[in-house]
């Protein structure tokens, strides 16, 4: 297809799927009993139209958070207790002041008893629940709804029979797998906290996690296939028994056949029994699972998410900016270090069947992902910004070569996605396809702005904030604007923000990292544009975190296995996002005296970073520097490096000042400029 012009749609959804769309009618039922703007759909409603219908449910979704959150779980019929505590605070949101908003307070709830709802119907007891598929596998695997009951009853029952009940933690070292799912409903079943590592995590990455945490069970495997390739993770996993002493059980899932180890106990022994699940009822914000900051700055933050907050914010997000539904197939690219594995999860929630697939999206080629969408019949189809950038560079052409029919959704996030990839996916792989650019993060599981099946696709732009999320672009002096660029705060409470930081009782550090900046408002690290027609622009990271494919990192992982080679005085990563929509992260290094930056030394830097910590770690250029800018307190200076590489004037990325010594800093303004010239 031709590019339109700036101010008119890639893309319009047709008036009459449109107005078949769940948020529609949850707009027209919450009308009637919760006071939400009453505005019909007509089925001429122009593009403006559309958007202000929408504006002004989002206005009352961010005015009214208490009729607004009561009609989520009353629409997706969420089934809560009473706790027995009679003198405590009730009602949706007493206090909505940040830090330390409760929702839903004297309320009990279970994740894992929605999750699997679905399944209760005899009718849906053998459609299909997840499908699997990983390289080694033409068609994919089937669990049933009934098969993942059983499952989960039986998990959960052993667990129970080995003393894991409310609070105790359970960690996971798996990939994207259906035993991985299972595992985390069994968890939350029983009211225990889950936490998740990928298996191509190093010992020491997975340690700074799980020791936070003190687990009382491991899930883990033997190892993992991925690009064409077997990677043997058994002696990892004995280091991680030897340094976990909390352990009570560890279980063995063999994916590459391996025996189970002396004292682990056997995977399929554990979900063999023919078990009812059982339902712990916990308190609304009782921990549901503990996800991981990138450790920028120190141990990665143990961020711990709510049961209820999570559910109902699940909720939101996959039945109603998704529109996911019993007919859908859902399909997300991740691992289970991401936080987008979580949220696949959330299609359970609405009945969806998920399709989680353990491998390489580019192996044995790069369109295997999109291979992987055909083969599944998927219907919403989620990746990074990116492998669409890839596929684009890669030739590809999806929509012709295979049969892409089923996709009616494609989803993008994990870094912004340029123009080129918007065009590259309409022109490459569907002409009619919603594009639901998102943006949120880890902090929250979800997205502050995302897709809104009722609104158009504009080039380079995400539809608009999410409902309930109060998203805006403020500038420096902490002002909201609009058609500039400016911080993303959020100024009023969402239910999936943290309920706090493991390990942090007084709630310094889990202020410090949102809320220092603006009292009481929620500030995400995130360069963002809210236009005048309402959609969203973000711009990149605003901090030095590290992003790559989505995945944060800690750049404090990198310098530790870095500087641990005797060649190595001191090291520096930047991670970039491009113009042209890829993602540069190069490693700078002061070398030892006497040392020589050679392909050898380049080569063990790179190894050592892909077997202590993952392949997402390996930079894209290791340059020799030097020396590296420092505070005066001596902490080697990150961010204005990035604003340097951006193109920021020395002058206005960081204070002179505060800088030991500032011919440093001036060598990354003149590298800029080279790549620039190149």
């Known amino acids: 297809m031709s590019t339109p012009p700036q101010d008119q749609p890639l893309w319009r959804p047709a008036p009459a799927r ?7 009618a949850f707009q027209a039922w919450a009308a009637r009993h919760h006071g939400a703007p009453a505005a019909p759909l007509a089925p001429t409603a122009s593009d403006e139209e559309a958007a202000a219908r929408y504006a002004a449910l989002h206005s009352w979704s961010v005015e009214d958070l208490d009729r607004f959150w009561t009609a989520v779980t009353q629409w997706f019929a969420v089934s809560m207790g009473t706790a027995t505590d009679p003198d405590g605070p009730t009602g949706v949101l007493p206090d909505p002041a940040m830090p330390g908003a409760r929702w839903f307070p004297g309320s009990t709830v279970n994740y894992a008893e929605h999750a699997l709802r679905h399944g209760e119907d005899p009718a849906n007891a053998d459609k299909p629940a997840i499908l699997h598929l990983d390289e080694t596998t033409e068609q994919p695997v089937t669990l049933t709804w009934a098969e993942l009951r059983r499952q989960v009853g039986a998990l959960a029952a052993a667990l129970r029979a080995h003393g894991i009940g409310p609070g105790d933690r359970v960690g996971a070292y798996l990939p994207n797998i ?3 799912a299972v595992a985390l409903l069994a968890t939350a079943a ?3 906290v889950w936490t998740s590592c990928a298996p191509d995590f190093g010992a020491r990455s997975v340690l700074d996690r799980l020791q936070q945490i003190e687990p009382a069970v491991l899930f883990a495997v033997d190892g993992y296939h991925y690009g064409g390739k077997d990677h043997d993770r058994t002696e990892v996993v004995a280091e991680l028994r030897r340094e976990l002493p909390s352990l009570r059980a560890v279980v063995h899932v063999p994916l590459l056949g391996a025996p189970a180890p002396d004292g682990a106990l056997h995977w399929d022994d554990l979900v063999a029994g023919d078990v009812r699940p059982v339902f712990e009822a916990v308190p609304f914000d009782h921990p549901l699972w503990v996800l991981y900051s990138s450790g920028t700055t120190g141990l990665p933050k143990a961020i711990v998410q709510s049961q209820g907050g999570i559910l109902v914010e699940h909720l939101k997000q996959a039945g109603l900016h998704l529109d996911l539904g019993p007919e859908d197939r859902f399909l997300w690219y991740t691992s289970t270090g991401w936080m987008m594995w979580n949220f696949l999860i959330a299609g ?8 989680t697939y353990d491998g390489s999206p580019g192996h044995p080629d790069t369109g295997a992902f999109w291979s992987v969408a055909a083969r599944t019949g998927a219907t919403v189809v989620g990746t990074s910004a990116a492998y669409v950038i890839a596929s684009r560079k890669a030739d590809l052409h999806p929509g012709r070569d295979l049969d892409l029919s089923a996709v009616r959704c494609i989803g993008t996030t994990g870094s912004p996605l340029p123009p080129d990839g918007f065009r590259w996916i309409y022109d490459e792989v569907k002409e009619d396809v919603w594009l639901a650019s998102v943006s949120g993060g880890t902090d929250v599981c979800s997205c502050f702005v995302g897709g809104v099946p009722t609104l158009p696709v504009y080039l380079g732009e995400i539809q608009a904030p999410c409902l309930g999320a109060a998203v805006e672009s403020w500038d420096v002096q902490g002002h909201p604007h609009t058609d500039e660029v400016g911080e993303l705060v959020v100024t009023k409470p969402l239910p999936s923000m943290p309920t706090g930081f493991w390990n942090d009782p007084e709630g310094t550090r889990y202020h410090d990292s949102y809320f220092d900046t603006y009292p009481g408002i929620w500030r995400h690290g995130d360069w963002i544009t809210v236009t005048s027609r309402g959609t969203v622009v973000i711009h990149g990271r605003s901090d030095s975190t590290l992003n790559r494919q989505g995945v944060r990192m ?8 870095v500087e641990r080679l005797p060649e190595i005085a001191e090291s520096l990563v930047i991670g970039l996002e ?3 929509g890829g993602y540069w992260m190069p490693l700078f290094v002061v070398l030892a005296p006497g040392a020589e930056l050679d392909d050898a030394l380049v080569g063990r830097i790179r190894t050592a970073l892909r077997t202590e910590l993952s392949p997402r770690h390996v930079p894209d250029e290791v340059i020799a520097v030097r020396g590296l800018p420092h505070t005066l307190t001596g902490k080697r200076i990150e961010v204005p490096v990035k604003r340097l590489l951006s193109g920021t004037p020395l002058d206005q990325a960081v204070n002179p000042g505060s800088v030991d010594n500032l011919d440093h800093l001036r060598f990354f303004e003149q590298l800029r400029r080279d790549r620039a010239a190149k």
């Open 578 to 580: 491009e113009p042209d």
């Open 348 to 355: 359970l929630l609405v009945g969806s069947t998920i399709v």
């Open 554 to 561: 800690g750049s404090s992982d990198i310098y530790e296995v």
């Open 178 to 180: 259906p035993q991985a």
């Open 18 to 24: 449109a107005a078949s769309t769940g948020i529609v």
């Open 190 to 192: 029983v009211g225990a």
